[in-house]
């Protein structure tokens, strides 16, 4: 089993759609988790980090933690051509190191 | 203030040549990591630094991998014999101390013909 699982996608919505990425990961242990965007091309950006259970959020984007079920998932509200791009979640494993672990990541599609 | 940067941004390699990628973290940022991204997949750790000290290098793949800091500040990911299979993009990150929020720079994308 991978340590930060996501589905591959790709995950096409309307314009104005709620979007919503899912990731679980492995260790029960770890504590930090970040949201990543990735347009072609280009290098991770963060969206958003959570480190407690609960919602957050911020603008159109909340990020979601249940570390009972070892999952976390980012919504996205009113969905936009340019939030186009693929979602990376990333997780700080317990004792290894400060490293992020990434998932596959999930291919998102907004379509006008 | 300026972001991580990289160079160069992109390396066409033969096979066998020698390659070294240099990463200039945002300053004062004590903490630096490299990670190789295969096309289609999420970046994977190679090694982390804290100031000088290498203190993870557990994802390098093959002893033809070096990474060093010297300095403490910029570091450079040297590929000795590039085969192949060491075609992808080279992403560094920084963080500062006590942050977990890790900065990427633009990655170096390595073609290896």
């Known amino acids: 089993q991978k340590e930060v699982e996501q589905n591959s996608g790709p995950l096409s919505v309307p314009e104005g759609a709620i979007a919503s990425l899912n990731c679980t990961y492995s260790?029960?242990?770890?504590?930090?988790f970040f949201w990543y965007r990735q347009y072609s091309g280009k290098s991770p950006e963060l969206i958003m980090s959570?480190?407690?259970?609960g919602d957050k959020e911020d603008g159109r984007f909340t990020a979601q933690l249940n570390k009972a079920s070892q999952y976390v998932s980012l919504l996205i509200r009113d969905s936009q051509p340019s939030d186009s791009a693929t979602y990376l979640c990333?997780?700080?494993?317990?004792?290894?190191?400060?490293?992020?672990?990434f998932g596959k990541g999930t291919k998102l599609t907004v379509n006008p | 203030g300026a972001g991580v940067s990289q160079s160069p941004r992109y390396k066409v390699a033969k096979r066998g040549q020698d390659v070294a990628l240099r990463c200039d973290p945002i300053?004062?940022?004590?903490?630096l990591f490299w990670y190789q991204q295969a096309l289609g997949q999420g970046p994977e750790f190679l090694t982390y630094?804290?100031?000088?000290?290498?203190?993870?290098k557990s994802g390098l793949p093959s002893d033809r991998f070096f990474a060093e800091r010297p300095e403490g500040s910029v570091s450079t990911l040297k590929i000795q014999r590039t085969q192949q299979e060491d075609s992808a993009v080279y992403l560094c990150?920084?963080?500062?101390?006590?942050?977990?929020?890790?900065?990427f720079g633009p990655g170096t994308r390595l073609l290896v013909l």
């Open positions: 990333a997780v700080v494993l317990v004792g290894g190191s400060e490293k992020l672990v």
């Open positions: 260790d029960r242990g770890s504590q930090s």
């Open positions: 959570i480190y407690s259970n």
């Open positions: 300053s004062g940022h004590v903490s």
């Open positions: 630094f804290q100031n000088e000290a290498q203190l993870d």
């Open positions: 990150a920084s963080n500062g101390v006590g942050r977990e929020t890790q900065y």
